[in-house]
């Protein structure tokens, strides 16, 4: 089974960005931690960072036919406003997950509301990286199922 792990604009800053929101664990750190979740379940797990919207959209897109099986993505800013993400997240034929590391909905007005929530098929939130490895079992189940 593969699974694509996608993640948005300024998640590269990881480790150093407000680590009390974050944590302090680095982009790479945080993907090796979903792949060994990943191979307990008997999954690979693919990654890709995007800082531009255009170039997210695009993978997501092209994950409708690269035999991804499940999407797991934190858009990060993108999040509360990609209208556009969120209608390439509903042209899945997958399932997709929405993770983030914070408590989004414990954090300021704008940060409460996420408009690719509704095209996925759930959200953790707010777990710190445990949320990557709760995200990867709930998209292999629904992979699987």
């Known amino acids: 089974m593969k699974i694509l792990l ?13 680590p009390e929101q974050y944590g302090r664990l680095t ?11 990943a191979a307990s379940v008997d999954a690979e797990l693919e990654h890709a960072a995007f800082e531009s919207e255009g170039d997210l959209v695009t993978r997501v897109h092209a994950a409708r036919s690269d035999g991804s099986e499940a999407v797991i993505i934190n858009p990060g800013a993108l999040t509360h406003y990609s209208y556009a993400l969120r209608d390439a997240i509903d042209v899945l034929d997958v399932p997709c997950i929405e993770v983030h590391l914070s408590n989004v909905h414990a954090r300021e007005d704008f940060r409460r509301r996420s408009v690719v929530a509704a095209a996925c098929a759930g959200s953790v939130a707010g777990f710190g990286a445990l949320g990557y ?13």
Not at 6 to 18: A, I
């Open 27 to 37: 982009l790479d750190e945080l993907v090796a931690t979903a792949t060994d979740e």
């Open 6 to 18: 996608l993640h948005g604009p300024n998640l590269s800053q990881l480790g150093s960005r407000d």
């Open 133 to 145: 490895r709760l995200a990867v079992r709930a998209a292999a189940d629904l992979a699987r199922a």
